[in-house]
């Protein structure tokens, strides 16, 4: 893709050859919404990767491990165009993985599919985001991983879908795991592996106040991922989610202290090597902001490839 950027408008595709090929546009479509699907994609560096088989080269240690699970909410998706403008994407009506109010947009990707490793995940997969835009040249995207604030700290129990997913949910506190993603020991609890397990659970933390009772919440760390592609063209590619980089600093088969991996603590030693893959602020003295350094620019876990 170049940086003239991808086109969508409501005009035939052999009218829009005819009109690349002159240079031109316009029309009186040129503000129909059309349709964008952005998709993702599960990989280990370049492989392709699922729950049935084992992934390998996991680490610094480079080695073998299983998923277990594969799950994160994306949210205010936005495309943006060559002078830089971003325009949000509209979701569809309310559904099992969509969901808007506020002026917030948030969905539920799922690229884990109950089978191997996942057994307690579910069958049913979501792997894109899909929504309306104005007709327009567009170059790049731009999205957070996470859930927007004011959607976030609610009862699972009775949110709407896709806010209500048991296995997504924290305390009324912490609200959601932004990112659920979780690797085993590839044999088990009989496998050499010291921990057998690491968790990488985005959310917030620090958090206070109880919605309930109608308190405010305020989080210490809000530990949302913000990034951009600014070259992305959903027509002929993916992002890319790489399981790889995003555990690249970390030696997965031991746990220096608390929970298995890297919970979200301020203080956890995992968390170091994973918010810096997030490019969130993180400093192990816990004074760490929670922020996106500098929108993300150094995040390594999303990237686009070719579909």
């Not at 940086?3 to 546009?25: D, E, H, N």
């Not at 968390?271 to 760490?288: E, H, K, M, P, R």
């Amino acid at each position: 893709m170049t940086r003239q950027g991808f086109i969508l408008s409501a005009l035939p595709l052999a009218a829009l050859a005819t009109l690349a090929a002159c240079g031109g546009g316009g029309g009186s479509d040129d503000d129909t919404p059309k349709t964008v699907t952005i998709e993702f994609a599960a990989v280990a560096g370049n492989t392709p990767i699922g729950c049935g088989s084992t992934v390998s080269g996991l680490g610094s240690g480079g080695v073998d491990a299983k998923l277990q699970d594969f799950r994160f909410y994306v949210s205010n998706v936005k495309l943006v165009k060559a002078d830089g403008t971003e325009v949000a994407l509209t979701l569809p009506a309310d559904d099992d993985w969509n969901h808007s109010a506020g002026g917030n947009a948030v969905t539920l990707i799922d690229l884990e599919d109950g089978s191997g490793g996942c057994s307690a995940g579910t069958s049913a997969t979501h792997t894109s985001v899909t929504g309306t835009v104005p007709a327009g040249d567009y170059v790049g995207v731009r999205m957070t991983m996470g859930v927007p604030f004011p959607l976030n700290h609610t009862d699972y129990a009775s949110a709407p879908a896709p806010l209500d997913v048991q296995a997504m949910a924290w305390s009324w506190q912490s609200g959601r795991k932004f990112a659920k993603i979780e690797v085993v020991d590839p044999d088990g609890s009989t496998g050499t592996w010291a921990a057998h397990s690491f968790y990488v659970h985005l959310g917030s933390t620090g958090c206070s106040g109880n919605p309930a009772n109608g308190e405010t919440v305020s989080c210490v760390a809000a530990n949302r991922m913000d990034f951009a592609l600014a070259a992305f063209d959903p027509a002929t590619q993916k992002i890319a989610v790489d399981l790889r980089a995003l555990l690249a600093g970390n030696d997965i088969t031991r746990n220096q202290a608390g929970a298995p991996g890297c919970m979200s603590g301020g203080t956890d030693p995992e968390c170091a090597a994973v918010f810096q893959a997030l490019a969130i602020g993180w400093n192990a003295d816990g004074s760490g902001s929670g922020l996106p350094v500098d929108g993300g620019a150094a995040q390594t876990l999303f990237r686009a490839v070719a579909k």
